[in-house]
């Protein structure tokens, strides 16, 4: 299997407060883990690449100071939204990418439903 | 212009029609075609996965791809009402970012 969890499902918090999002790959190793942000009806877009062991590469438009990202081991990646505001509040979704097969096929978790106040 | 364009829908059918998605492409770098199923609040599930061009089947379900229309599908045969979620494609140049449609919400009706 490839099971991916995140941890909270969802979370409510203050405007100003930090809240962590952990993305987890359960039965696998992954070296590199993605983070999406999803709106209400419309796609996923990728907000950064998280790689084992080094920075994570975020795309443009993303604040790297704002979302933190930290990929600590082969099974955990955290992001970390820093003093969020009510315009941060959406579903952030992470995958990990199961490496060594020959499509390394990226697996989603559930995804985090943020709601900020 | 988009780099993937997915008609939105919503795309209603009755219990056992063929159901037929598609989302086209500008980059011709694109060689990893996905289709994901996303039910609502919960994580995309991959349905196929295929890489450049040709056909793909499994079960009910076969993947298209064109590269020279820069054109995919998705074919639901037999669609069930436990089918309706929404449906996203994407795509990439290696395997690692993935750009994706917007997604069609599909909904099958008893």
């Known amino acids: 299997g490839a099971v991916v969890s995140q941890h909270p499902s969802w979370v409510i918090c203050k405007s100003g407060t930090s809240v962590k999002i952990e993305c987890r790959s359960l039965?696998?190793?992954?070296?590199?883990m993605f983070w999406y942000r999803q709106f209400p009806k419309q796609s996923l877009m990728l907000m950064a690449t998280?790689?084992?062991?080094?920075?994570?590469?975020?795309e443009q438009g993303v604040e790297k100071d704002k979302f933190l990202i930290n990929h600590a081991s082969l099974t955990l990646s955290t992001l970390t939204v820093t003093s969020a505001h009510p315009e941060d509040s959406s579903f952030y979704i992470c995958?990990?990418?199961?490496?060594?097969?020959?499509?390394?096929?990226?697996?989603f978790g559930p995804g985090t439903r943020l709601t900020v106040l | 212009q988009k780099e993937v364009e997915q008609d939105p829908g919503p795309l209603s059918v009755p219990e056992g029609a063929i159901v037929s998605l598609n989302c086209t492409y500008s980059n011709s770098a694109f060689q990893y075609f996905m289709w994901y199923r996303q039910y609502s609040r919960k994580g995309p599930e991959l349905l196929m996965y295929t890489y450049s061009s040709g056909n793909k089947e499994d079960g009910r379900f076969t993947a298209q791809v064109d590269k020279s229309s820069k054109y995919i599908s998705l074919f639901i045969r037999d669609s069930q009402p436990s089918d309706s979620a929404t449906y996203l494609c994407?795509?990439?140049?290696?395997?690692?970012?993935?750009?994706f449609g917007t997604g069609t919400r599909l909904q099958v009706f008893p």
């Open positions: 994407a795509m990439s140049v290696n395997t690692d970012k993935l750009i």
């Open positions: 039965d696998f190793q992954a070296t590199t």
């Open positions: 998280s790689n084992e062991g080094s920075k994570a590469t975020y």
């Open positions: 995958s990990a990418q199961k490496t060594g097969t020959p499509t390394e096929e990226q697996f």
